[in-house]
Each structure stands twice: as C-alpha cells, then as structure tokens.
C-alpha cells in the first residue's frame, strides 16, 4: 500500500466488495465509538475520527469510490513488490458467528498465528456492523513487522440448534400432527430475531414439506435478507393416543 492511498476499506473495517449499506453502518458503529467526546478529546480518536470521515466521504459516493479503488488496485499492485525490506504479507482467517451476532452486529478479538512473525500471536479488534451477510470479508491492517499486510478474514453463520443456515437462507423444523397436516391451520415459530412468526399450513401438508417465510433469514452480500425455510414433520401424538388405550 502507498503511503499517498490511505486504505479507507481497512479503517471501516470492510472487504472491497461491501454495499453501501454496510459502508453505512460501519461508519456509524465506528464514529460513535472514537468520537473524541466519549474519549476524552484524546488526538488518537481525533485522529481516527478523521481517517473514518475521510474513508466514508469516499466510499459513500458511488462515483468517487470507482476512482478510488482504480487508484487502490494501482498501488495494491505496486506495495506486493517487495521494498523497503518489508514484506506485504496477508492471512486469512475463517470465523464463525451465531446468528444474532451477524442480525445485530458483534465485536470481538481475532488471534492469528504467523510462524514468520517473530513476536508471536497477533490479535486485532473486529467490528462487525449489523446486518452482515454470511461470506463477508473484512480487512485488517496487520502491525510490525508486516504492517503493509492485512488480515483478510471471512465470517460464516455458526449452526445452533435451532436453524441452519445455507448462504443467506435458515432452514428450521416444525412439529405437527398428522391431523393439523391433513385440515390446515395457522402455527407459530420463533424467528432468527427471537420474534414470533405465523406459519400457515396448506391443507393436505406432507411431511417433509418445505414453507417458505420471506425476509426472515440471514442479511444478503447486496441487502436484504434471506428467507426462513420451515420443514413440517409430525408428532407421533396420534399413535400413542392408541397406544395408551390398549
């Protein structure tokens, strides 16, 4: 990287291929945390305050983050030439989030391990914004003594056992009788979000059959959510009703 092109992706936080909508809600998590009036007017969140300003005027405007990332790719180019006795070295990293840290948005520690990194383990801050669809990838700068690197990590949904996830989609189960499948009828799940949501059964439902609930699944790469895919099964209500007559 250039020491003439800052990179405004690395200080949000951000992969280069982000929406604007992510662009957004980093921007705001990030202003809010190193205002200087919440840190005690110190010049190092003055500082950061103004490289987040300067990367948001940028990445903001369709038009000026074309030319941006022309010039970015340029210099990109230019910093894996090595110079200076400095290496650019990059790693990635794979971590997974439950799924109300990718709805509602996360922080946390990310360790990595370099063998050519002589000081040991690294540890970097991770802002995740909310809304952040699975398979995006954030980029961190690295520090000395391979601070022209970054740390590209790429976060996937975690399973719980409720739901799992398939890119942007949930797939969860539904229980019911065989004789709620067979006449139909309204039935609840919990959504991603904990919130209550109406299922309605078509008369005749199969086991095994799959409904689909709109928008109630994981954030997409370009906004947006997925959707929540219920499985019907059935209880075996009925034959232990028989059974207990016997």
Do not use: W
Request: with cysteine.
């Amino acid at each position: 990287m250039s020491s003439t092109t800052p990179d405004h992706y690395a200080t949000l936080g951000l992969d280069r291929r982000c929406t604007e909508a992510q662009i957004r809600a980093a921007y705001r998590l990030l202003a809010k945390q190193h205002h200087p009036d919440v840190n005690g007017g110190a010049p190092a969140a003055l500082a950061q305050t103004q490289a987040l300003n300067a990367a948001y005027e940028i990445l903001s405007d369709p038009a000026r983050r074309r030319a941006y990332d022309e010039e970015l790719s340029s210099s990109i180019r230019s910093a894996a030439k090595p110079a200076s006795g400095k290496a650019a070295v990059n790693i990635t990293k794979e971590i997974h989030l439950d799924i109300q840290e990718l709805l509602r948005g996360t922080t946390l520690e990310v360790r990595v391990n370099d063998p050519a990194n002589p000081q040991g383990p690294e540890s970097y801050e991770l802002i995740v914004p909310p809304e952040t669809a699975p398979g995006t990838r954030f980029r961190l700068p690295r520090t000395a003594p391979f601070e022209r690197g970054v740390v590209l990590v790429r976060v996937k949904a975690r399973p719980d056992f409720r739901f799992r996830a398939r890119g942007s989609d949930l797939r969860c189960d539904l229980r019911i009788s065989a004789r709620r499948a067979l006449q139909g009828g309204v039935e609840k799940v919990r959504g991603a979000t904990g919130n209550s949501l109406r299922v309605q059964i078509p008369k005749q439902t199969a086991r095994g059959e799959i409904l689909r609930i709109a928008r109630e699944g994981l954030p997409k790469p370009r906004g947006g959510r997925g959707d929540l895919l219920v499985r019907v099964l059935y209880t075996h209500d009925v034959q232990i009703r028989r059974a207990s007559r016997r």
